[in-house]
């Protein structure tokens, strides 16, 4: 067989991580004169290769993250130098899934909270975990909707089996009054079996208020956090920082 029929079988048999590096391969082969095991090796490695990158950006478009760009590499933990950077990289490593614990990040808008949660997210899918994030406002939309059309049961059904669930942002819009008792299903449904992570700009003491349903939320904090962790984020808000940067660089001018 040619080297221009080989590609298109390849391709057939959906090995195209073998079919694009094969001439490549080939003068690498020729030029070093590798034996023909090395050959192979080296073609099933590309193939391999191209399957797990593959499954990778699949899992991160499926996981639905506001912005996928967000890495702990890219982030200055020196601006509020009082996050709990140790804990941030144990939830990184992802072992308290393992664990089925949860994680609450608390702090005022535009210090960090979505996106550690999202660095950490991208951080688990790495190590091979699949990732739901929702904005809360947005989780609680999708969930009225399956229920007027009658999916409630499978849509709570998919987010409970997810290992990471993310819900951002709780308490930056105003939610719907059953929105504390949709939350605490979710939660009853994940506890001890799947890990939740959960940002707020509001400390936990007013999300009965918030929510409009003390009793509902006292149940659901008290199962995030018996297997939780806290993380406090700020004081200082990047958004801010960067403001008065842009003002006062235009003032020089």
């Known amino acids: 067989m040619k080297l221009t029929e080989l590609d298109p079988a390849l391709r057939k048999l959906r090995l195209s991580g073998m079919a694009e ?3 490549m391969r080939l003068l690498e082969a020729q030029k070093s004169e590798w034996a023909a095991i090395d050959l192979l090796s080296a073609l099933v490695q590309d193939e391999l290769q191209r399957r797990q990158d593959r499954l990778l950006a699949r899992r991160i478009k499926q996981a639905r993250f506001r912005d996928a760009n967000k890495t702990l590499d890219g982030f200055d933990f020196r601006f509020n130098a009082k996050i709990d950077r140790a804990l941030v990289f144990e939830l990184a490593t992802g072992r308290f899934l393992e664990r089925a614990e949860d994680a609450v990040f608390l702090g005022a808008p535009g210090t960090g909270k979505s996106h550690l949660a999202q660095a950490i997210g991208l951080a688990v899918i ?3 975990h699949r990732v739901a994030y929702r904005e809360v ?3 609680l939309e999708e969930l009225a909707d ?3 059309d009658g999916t409630r049961k499978e849509y709570l059904t ?7 669930l993310i819900l951002d942002d709780l308490g930056m819009r105003k939610l719907p009054t059953t929105a504390a008792e949709d939350l605490l299903e979710l939660i009853m449904r994940r506890y001890e079996r799947a890990s939740t992570l959960i940002t707020s700009n509001r ?3 007013d999300w009965g208020r918030l929510l409009g349903d003390t009793a509902a939320v006292t149940a659901m904090l008290d199962r995030l956090l018996h297997h939780g962790h806290l993380l406090k984020c700020g004081p200082r808000s990047w958004r801010t920082k960067k403001t008065i940067g842009l003002q006062k660089e235009t003032a020089s001018r």
Do not use: K, R
């Not at 998919?158 to 990471?164: C, I, K, N, T, Y």
């Open 21 to 23: 590096h094969l001439e």
């Open 126 to 128: 790495h190590q091979g």
């Open 137 to 139: 406002h947005t989780l």
């Open 146 to 148: 399956a229920t007027l």
């Open 158 to 164: 998919e987010l409970a089996s997810v290992p990471l």
């Open 203 to 205: 400390p936990v003491d």
